[in-house]
């Protein structure tokens, strides 16, 4: 037999209890731990005897004990497998009966003190072969080669205990122990039957911790594969907060109240956006509570971070005038095209609406999905003005029907060029179709006058004009478009007249209106330039 413990006293600690107390103390099905035993014992014996050897390790119950046997095969003459061969004749030396063919198994004990027995046994059984080995060669390399894996499997083990116990859990919130801090400022916090790693990427600004305190965190990942802790705990995470507002809100974990999104900068301020699926229930005031109580512990556990509770809204302008409280909006110009709005807001009321260093309306576009500009009322009126002036300069269009075309949307010279002869017809003040026709002809020839007037401003100097001028002076593109279309291969207005504009909505992500939009702005440029640069130089200048 290959036996681990022969030879050792009564009461000491026996192959079978190790493994009956490493099963219970780490939670570990007690056949993991037989079949790593067998596999570290049959390892190191591969590695002792050779890996052309057919051996198998088996963990006996009966006796706690491990047995590990060679197999060799019976050949009539020649062996062409020496570690998994043997003769009929070397057979019969060693006083084995066994027939051509037939498999013989041998028992190998590997214990130093138990080869001067196996070899007695030899003798008296004539069923065993010899084995000569050096005390180290199985001593030494291969107890450090079983250590090895035996430590590997448990480890593996553990890993896939703890991955099957918290897979589930990714998403939720956990509590925990900070334990210890490792290189790097990662926190390593306890949950009791494994650890989890807060890492400093997670962490949120101004909070520190020390050993021992309690944390709640946000289970961002469960990593099976990776070294060192398998769960990834976020505190800057927003959707942190989203679950602390289900864990203290009951309306949100029964789903009366939905949470439609959140906008968040850790450690400074949070914008909530809810709406409630009973009309009887009020969604800010489910999630505020009584006297502030649900709210106050949200904040609380954020260590004091401001949160904005803002009611949602179907409606886009409505929804992003609620998220830019405490500011108050005035107006609201939509530029779907570009999922851009403009909000006018008091003069007094501007540092509010922007916040400090922007984070009041960098968070509410976050929330709402929309690209904002804040506009103060005399900056917008500023604008109006210098609007209703280009206006004017379209024939036929005076003071008063400049101011109506202003209110109903129209901008620029540009917007009124290309609209329909039937939508000017709708302006007040106006008249019919045709004088609508004759207004937007009217202001396709301003707008040319227009750009062939700043072209020549430009090119005045006589230098060149870099590829990225030129794709600026294209009407509908600013520096963020720019950019967007040259990582696609649009570094010219030529490069974008070359691409239908299906292919350059679809590849550049802009969408189809804008895509459009872009496109003609780069013909009429390239239109304007030709007709500029066939002018003599002297007429530019001047």
Known sequence: MMNTSQGTPSGDVTLSTMIDAVAKEKGIDRKVLVETVEQAILKAAQNA?????ELEAKFSEETGQVDLFMYMTVVETEVTRPGSEITMEDAKKAGLEADLGEELGFQIFYLPKDIEKARQQDKEFGRILKIEMQRAQFGRIAAQAAKQ???????DAERDLVYNEYKDRKGELIRGIVRRFERGNNIIVDLGRTEAVLPYREQTPRETYRAGDRIVAYVKEIDR?????QIILSRGDARLVEKLFE?????????????KAVAREPGARTKIAVASRDNDVDPVGACVGMKGSRVQAVVQELRGEKIDIVPWDKDPARFVCAAIQPAEVHKVILDEADGRMELVVPDEKLSLAIGRKGQNVRLAAQLTGWKLDIISESKFRQMEDEAVAALQQIAGVSEVIAKSMYRLGFRSVEEVAEASAEELAGIPGLGGVETGERIREAAATTLESMRDAHLRTVMGDG?????????MLCRGVTDK???????????TPEAILAEGEDKLAVKTGLGIKKARAIRQGAEQFVAAEQRVSKEPRASREA
């Open 463 to 471: 230098k060149a004009l870099t590829p990225r001028d030129r794709l």
């Open 49 to 53: 005897f050779g890996e052309d050897r």
């Open 149 to 155: 894996v035996l430590i590997q499997r448990l480890r």
């Open 225 to 229: 594969k990776g070294p060192g802790p």
């Open 481 to 491: 478009t720019a950019e967007v279309l040259e990582q696609h291969g649009y570094k």
């Open 247 to 259: 864990a203290e809100v009951p309306e949100i974990y029964e789903q009366i109240v939905q949470v």
